[in-house]
């Protein structure tokens, strides 16, 4: 079956291969770095919290490209757009690789963040056109595989690369990938015949709101933490920046003839219900991919690689369900598909938030395996249904939106996790210390017990005693961190349990699609 673009007969599959070349390669760099960064801190000379700017850059021009495609498609062309946004990840994942200091590598990957951040949506709305109505499913089951995978599976290829070679080699993979998406565009993607190109005058006022509103969102959001949140001037000045000028681009894009952004599609009620449960989505799919890693790390000890490993059977879950969600999307309808998922991605995290200290691979398995499948589920049914009633016309506008509010909604969700992360180990604790005295049986016997055990290795009485202390209160500190991740896995799974009425407002039936697809 061959899609028309253009006048130009092309296979469906060769279009999928085609975009979803670029849009792996953009959503695996969104995780890829993370395991990099503290050889990146050794070799740059950097500070902790410098360090993380690497990360950050790339999310903040992430963000604020993502709403602004199809202002860039109308006026460039797709195809265009397409090309450049390839062009700019490659040569700037070149720099990234070459950076001389830490200043240089932030501004490359700001650059790699605003060409990956665009192949994304133009990813999904290229697919929707390209798979005929009936086959909507199966185009976000192909969407799917780069935008949730490529995050699942960059730490592990990530940590590979890091302890075999070294960390530039993290953004010189890209190169060869990028030069092939390249020639495969320029051979067989074509702008659809409806997409008509306008140098209207550019909505700079909505255009400014927009950066100064999501860049600072972000930067609350991948800051706040550190900065202790609103005990900080710095983040409560951001934060009120954000709102203000949140809400001015709301109001300008409403009020113009022609918006950056055209927020007017969120009219469409399946649409809209769709954008927020992919948001809701996005908190726990990013707050898990944030959580696991840290469990499996700092509390258990695992090496980067091997973390990344035992994450696995989530990753080969989520591969294996989203081809099949895509097929059963027209016999079951959205509703059944995403009501299932989330149910069982809920039962998934409370069997997390019921794991103890002494958890093994296969502790972990199968509540991997459930959460892998359910998210699989969630992500390819939600997207068809999302954009099932959106016009052809709407597609790139629609795809930025449901995009950027996914990206931002998961940055709030690792926010959320880590503040709740750091307060829950802080009152665990304190509720801990309690029933941890000298005076216990149980601390006592402890106590004499590791004491007995340092003297008998040659140390004086006070030493092995001061020893066996600390042993203790690390312990307490693993206990406590321990209940702080089963409470914030018990707060996943009453969010999935809450998105459930919201499943009600989308669209029952067939994947129709809003675009109008000619086959041979």
Not at 146 to 165: H, K, Q, R
Not at 185 to 214: C, M, N, Q, S, T
């Amino acid at each position: 079956m061959r899609t028309e673009q253009h006048g130009i007969g092309v296979n469906k599959w060769i279009i999928a291969i085609t975009v979803m070349t670029g849009t792996v390669m953009s959503a695996l760099d969104t995780s890829i770095v993370n395991v990099a960064l503290p050889y990146m801190r050794g070799n740059l000379g950097a500070s902790v919290e410098e360090i993380t700017w690497v990360a950050t850059g790339y999310m903040l021009s992430n963000v604020i490209i993502m709403p602004l495609i199809a202002m860039l498609s109308t006026r460039y062309g797709r195809k265009r757009m397409y090309v450049a946004s390839v062009v700019l990840f490659t040569v700037s994942s070149f720099l990234c690789a070459m950076s001389w200091d830490l200043t240089s590598l932030v501004v490359f990957r700001i650059l790699q963040g605003a060409g990956g951040g665009a192949l994304i949506p133009l990813s999904q709305a290229i697919l929707r056109e390209s798979f005929p109505p009936e086959e909507q499913g199966i185009a976000m089951g192909v969407y799917g595989f780069g935008v949730v995978l490529g995050p699942a599976f960059g730490p592990t290829i990530g940590g590979w690369l890091t302890d075999n070679f070294s960390w530039p080699w993290i953004f010189y993979i890209n190169i060869p990938i990028g030069i092939l998406n390249l020639l495969l565009v320029a051979r067989f993607l074509h702008d659809p015949p409806y997409l008509k190109r306008e140098k209207a005058k550019i909505d700079f006022p909505g255009l400014w709101l927009l950066i100064a509103g999501l860049g600072s969102l972000q930067m609350v959001l991948e800051k706040g933490e550190q900065q202790d949140w609103f005990a900080s001037y710095f983040i409560t000045y951001l934060a009120a920046a954000s709102i203000i000028a949140l809400l001015l681009f709301v109001w300008r894009e409403l009020s113009t003839d022609k918006p950056a952004v055209d927020l007017r599609v969120l009219k469409n009620l399946p649409f809209a219900s769709g954008t927020v449960l992919g948001g809701l989505l996005g908190i726990g799919l990013y707050g898990s991919l944030f959580l696991l890693p840290f469990f499996l790390q700092q509390l258990l000890g695992y090496p980067a690689f091997d973390s990344g490993l035992v994450l696995m059977p989530r990753s080969l879950a989520m591969a294996i369900m989203m081809p099949i969600a895509g097929r059963l999307y027209n016999r079951l309808g959205p509703k059944i598909i995403i009501g299932g998922g989330l149910i069982i991605t809920a039962f998934a995290f409370w069997q997390l938030s019921r794991l103890s200290l002494n958890v093994g691979f296969w502790d972990l398995f199968l509540p991997q395996c459930l959460q892998g499948g359910g998210f699989g589920m969630i992500f390819v049914a939600l997207s068809t249904a999302a954009l099932s009633a959106i016009k052809r016309d709407e597609m790139n506008q629609a795809t930025g939106i449901y995009n950027v509010v996914r990206q931002v909604f998961g940055s709030i969700g690792i926010a959320i996790a880590a503040t709740e992360l750091t307060r829950g180990q802080n009152v665990f604790r304190a509720g801990l210390v309690k029933y941890v005295t000298p005076y216990t049986s149980n601390s006592s016997n402890f106590i004499r017990v590791m004491t007995g055990a340092m003297m008998s290795r040659g140390a004086d009485p006070a030493t092995a005693r001061y020893k066996a202390m600390g042993i203790l209160n690390n312990q307490l500190e693993r206990q406590a961190g321990m209940l702080s991740y089963n409470h914030v896995f018990w707060l996943v799974t009453v969010l999935f349990i809450l998105s459930l009425p919201l499943v009600l407002l989308l669209r029952e039936g067939r994947a129709e699609g809003g675009s109008e697809i000619m086959i041979d």
